[in-house]
Nanobody, 125 residues
Framework: QVQLVESGGGLVQAGDSLRLSCAAS????????MGWFRQAPGKEREFVAA????????YYADSVKGRFTISRDNAKNTVYLQMNSLKPEDTAVYYC??????????????????WGQGTQVTVSS
């Protein structure tokens, strides 16, 4: 059974930083590409960042590029999202997800097959 558990969310002020973690189990993490999405109440889930299985290629939404960094530690079966210079518009529940096996990291939800429960990030002005 695949399980993804996010952690690290919280309440911060604009300009602050947070690092989210996603611990994976029940899969061969090393060979799985991973991504982060976020969703604000009443809004659609949107792509944030992704990293391929070897960790050599990363992808970012335009809204977070230059501020967020995705990384992974295969020894710990964990993917991270370092969020700097946070803005109120970053407020959302953040989810990690697995790219479908043999798929490419992309920005569409259907390209991912397993999702965590999410961790809340709230950024005040």
């Amino acid at each position: 059974q695949v399980q993804l558990v996010e952690s690290g969310g919280g309440l911060v002020q604009a300009g602050d930083s947070l690092r989210l973690s996603c611990a994976a189990s029940g899969l061969t993490f090393r060979t799985n590409s991973m991504g982060w999405f976020r969703q604000a109440p009443g809004k659609e889930r949107e792509f944030v960042a992704a990293i391929d299985w070897i960790g050599g290629n990363t992808y970012y939404a335009d809204s977070v590029k230059g501020r967020f960094t995705i990384s992974r530690d295969n020894a710990k079966n964990t993917v991270y999202l370092q969020m700097n210079s946070l803005k109120p518009e970053d407020t959302a529940v953040y989810y990690c997800a697995r790219v479908r096996p043999y798929g490419r990291p992309g920005i569409k939800e259907y390209e991912y097959d397993y999702w965590g429960q999410g961790t809340q990030v709230t950024v005040s002005s």
